[in-house]
């Protein structure tokens, strides 16, 4: 059975057409889940008992559930969830100026295998569905509600790649960003991926305008290739145009680069150099990350000193760069990092 939080609004009205009912059903139904945040059609009492009967036959109201929990002194909360076949993905809750954001898993493991990343210790197992992205999100506005408070932000940076799950990726941001569903703007919605070129491309003739953030890490396809296999079938020469051709389609979003910052690797000034020739004609912004060490595979953080040059280069050419944030450093709140130890 599905989950019946796994549609968005334009499937969900396709089904009730096709269920005899009328297109506003769904609207009913999208109000009594996201906005009553009921959990069953007991609730759903402009509903007939008959058609609610008939739901009930087809649907169920299944969530991922929390199976670990850990709160740090800043205030992140990362969950393991529980999936309805028992695999494990983790979600991040964080605090932030502006809000609260929260950091989604897209699949149970990841297949990209870059060569810094614990998910990809762990090999792709399958994808999520959109009713296990959105669990992730409920799950934290919950916990938030109590304080009356609510998730205003939501990034698909968790493990996963998600353009290699791209429609239940794309389902699960229309119930995000739907004013009948949880109506998170779709600035303050970001995707972040590898580079799969297709799909950015793809992605950009959604007419959303969501954030799109590239995960760069490298200035060179020499590198690139060595730390991220992706890049062999999508190298920069094909990455950087596709960046361009998204802010173009997406009325004029500008990318973020994500660039994780390796000690002795890709740290140096020379790498600056080439990553700020490498990125000006997309005008993007770059987000420096302090390289979060996994045991298994011995690359190191940079110096507090290199990445304070690196940055400061960066703006000294006008690049918009800013050293991120981190959370959540006295619990496992690294990519893959909790799901790692729980599955070890
Ligand atoms: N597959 C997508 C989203 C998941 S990874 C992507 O590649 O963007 C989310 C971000 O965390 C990526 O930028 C990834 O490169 C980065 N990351 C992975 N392992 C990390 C680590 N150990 N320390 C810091 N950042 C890491």
């Not at 100026?97 to 898993?105: E, F, I, K, R, T």
């Not at 972040?192 to 969501?210: A, H, N």
Request: charged share 25%.
């Amino acid at each position: 059975m599905n989950s019946i939080y796994s549609y968005s609004l334009e499937e969900l009205t396709k089904i009730m057409l096709a269920m005899g009912q009328s297109a506003y059903r769904s609207k009913q139904i999208f109000s009594w889940l996201y906005k009553k945040r009921v959990k069953s059609f007991d609730e759903m009492n402009d509903i007939s008992l008959s058609f609610r009967e008939e739901l009930k036959k087809n649907f169920d109201f299944f969530l991922p559930t929390i199976d670990v929990m850990e709160k740090s002194k800043d205030g992140t909360i990362k969950c393991l969830f529980k999936l309805r076949d028992g695999e494990r993905v983790e979600g991040v809750l964080m605090h932030y100026v502006y809000g609260y954001s929260v950091c989604v898993s897209s699949q149970v493991g990841c297949n990209m295998s870059c060569a810094f990343c614990a998910s990809g210790l762990l090999k792709k197992k399958r994808n999520l569905t959109p009713d296990e992205m959105l669990g992730q999100v409920l799950a934290f506005d919950e916990i938030l509600r109590k304080d009356g408070n609510h998730v205003t932000h939501c990034v698909v940076m968790g493990t996963g790649e998600p353009f290699d799950n791209y429609d239940n990726v794309l389902s699960f941001i229309r119930i995000l960003n739907s004013p009948f569903a949880l109506d998170i703007g779709a600035r303050h919605i970001t995707v972040s991926t590898c580079g799969v070129v297709p799909s950015i491309l793809r992605f950009g003739k959604e007419g959303l305008q969501v954030n799109l953030a590239i995960s760069l890490h490298a200035p060179t396809n020499e590198l690139r290739d060595k730390l991220m296999p992706i890049n062999k079938a999508y190298p920069l020469e094909k990455l950087i145009p596709a960046i361009i051709q998204y802010g173009n389609d997406s009325n004029g979003r500008r990318v973020t680069f994500e660039y994780i910052l390796i000690k002795g690797v890709n740290d140096s000034i020379e790498d600056a150099k080439k990553l700020e020739r490498l990125i000006r004609p997309t005008f993007g912004f770059v987000n420096l990350i302090p390289y979060n060490p996994v045991v298994e595979n011995g690359y190191e953080r940079a110096d507090d000193e290199s990445v304070a040059l690196f940055h400061n280069y960066l703006l000294s050419k006008k690049v918009k760069s800013t050293i991120r944030k981190e959370f959540g450093s006295d619990i496992d709140a690294a990519c893959g990092q909790l799901r790692a130890k729980y599955e070890r």
